[in-house]
């Protein structure tokens, strides 16, 4: 297991949830929940200026058959503009399928309500997205995901 913290990010339409690891890839916990919009990249920079991650690991949707749609294409695109603003930070794209759904399922058996669910349940996918990348490299020794060509770079394969 590589040592140092690791940045997660649920990228949505309207909130980027941010989760976090230790600097031993143990444990992941929420950090903040970013509106999305024209400052959203300003803060993701703090936060990995803050953080000073490893790596940024941010979620892939694909659907349950793991076919990608425009969800994924526009994340691909996200994820080229973040590999252009943190240049020094590798950026994984891994799949995400579910982790909304299991963050909402731990909120509801935590009893929170659905209204007081949407303050962080981004943070909470972006924590189970940092989870399941986390728990891949523990069981297979490789990091986890497709690594974002850096700009100027061609695809690179899975690792997956």
Known sequence: MRRGVRLALDWGRARIGVAASDPDGILAHPVETVPAGP???????????????????????????????????????????????????????VDERLTTVTAS????????????????????????????????ERTTGRPPGELQPAPGEGRTPTDE
């Open 39 to 93: 400052t959203a990249l300003d803060r993701v920079r703090a936060l990995v200026a803050e953080y000073e991650p490893l790596e940024v690991v941010l979620g892939l949707p694909r659907n349950l058959a793991g076919a990608e749609g425009p969800a994924a294409v526009a994340m691909r695109e996200v994820a080229a503009s973040l590999a252009s603003a943190l240049p020094d930070v590798p950026i994984r794209l």
């Open 105 to 136: 399922r731990q909120l509801s058996t935590a009893g929170r309500n659905t209204r007081r669910q949407r303050r962080v349940i981004d943070q909470a996918a972006a924590v189970a997205l940092l989870e399941t990348a986390l728990h891949h």
